[in-house]
């Protein structure tokens, strides 16, 4: 039987097929499940002997079999890796995930280092970690990598309003969302309100292309109005963007059907805050059926926002005095959010608790 380390070393690697090299990966992984810090180094041996081969099948392993591979990889990654391994396997990383939220954060800060100060490459990868520092809970670094996006696209935008207007206002996006997530309400407010407005124009000349975009924007514009106690336009502005995505998801179910979820969830809080707790419970049953079908398919994407979507349902139902199916559905979160919080406390110890609650 041959070694694992031995198995990826350039000389060995040869005559390995790639079902042979995820078999040994994947054993790895189970033994880092029960022994982590014995089997860190084994696996540390492993990346180094070959990562260009190597790095590629554990993001596998980890989509397929969980953790800890990936957070392992990630700090071997931040130590050991290079420009050119970060470029090769950031198109691979998935925009939605739980294993590898770590390593996807590992590689933006690699492929950040390596940028021009002040150029777009630079803004996008200040971007794409700010999303993946909120996701594993450091809010203020994220929130600090966001606003450094957001001024560079000013800057390009200013020259070239044709090529980067659109991505700055996608930053400004970003940074309504990190600004929210700190309880700078009004500030998060202005900056989703100058990305709405960029959308709109941008809209009215090129819907295909920035539809997607606008609906975006008005769901982000949409919570944080609800947040300030703005309702109505809230519930106006989460309107739209469910009337644009019903639209988009009716001819590209794949690509559109995770936002239309989105928007639901959003919707029906905000039609709950109004009152009008029967439509709100409709949108929410519907954000939760399309969220069970990514789920089941794409777990390590969409069981979040499953956990989340049921949370928002509990809710719902138990406004309308149904309270054992209320239990029911809060009970199924809370047991999603203990799985994640398992593994990720400081990003989802705040869901498990409000969900406990």
Known sequence: ??????????????????????????????????????????????????????????????????DPIGAIAAEWFLKNGDVELAQAVEPFVPEQTVVLREFAASVSSILLASEDE???????????????????????????????????????????????????????????NRLSELGRREEALSEAMRAVEIYEGLASDRPDAFLPNLAA??????????AVGRREEALSAAMRAVEIREG???????????????????????????GRREEALSASMRAVEIYEGLASDRPDAFLPDLA??????????????????????????????????????????????????
Do not use: C
């Not at 996006?149 to 996608?170: C, H, K, M, N, T």
């Not at 924007?217 to 609800?226: D, G, K, R, V």
């Not at 998801?249 to 709950?272: E, I, T, V, W």
């Open 217 to 226: 924007s008005l769901n982000n514009l949409a919570s944080i109005l609800s």
């Open 1 to 66: 039987m041959i070694r694992t380390e031995a198995l990826f070393a350039d000389e060995a690697d040869r005559g390995v097929t790639d079902k042979q090299a995820l078999a040994a990966l994947t054993k790895l992984n189970w033994s880092a499940q029960r022994w982590r810090e014995k089997t860190v180094p084994q696996i540390n041996t492993v990346l180094s002997s070959n990562p260009s081969r190597v790095v590629p099948l554990v993001m596998r392993v980890a989509l397929e079999s969980g």
């Open 248 to 274: 988009l998801a009716s001819d590209r179910p794949d690509a559109f059907l995770p936002d239309l979820a989105g928007s639901l969830n959003n919707l029906a809080s905000f039609l709950s805050a109004v």
């Open 118 to 176: 002040h150029g777009p490459q630079q803004a996008r990868h200040y971007n794409n970690l700010a999303n993946r520092l909120s996701e594993l809970g450091r809010r203020e670094e994220a929130l600090s990598a966001a606003m450094r996006a957001v001024e560079i696209y000013e800057g390009l935008a200013s020259d070239r309003p044709d090529a980067f207007l659109p991505v700055l206002a996608g930053s400004l996006n970003n940074l309504a």
């Open 308 to 357: 989340m979507s049921l949370n928002n349902l509990a809710n719902r139902l138990s406004e309308l005095g149904r309270r054992e199916d209320a239990l029911s559905a809060a009970m199924r979160a809370v047991e999603i959010y203990e799985g994640l919080a398992s593994d990720r406390p400081d990003a989802f110890l705040p869901d498990l608790a409000m969900s406990l609650n």
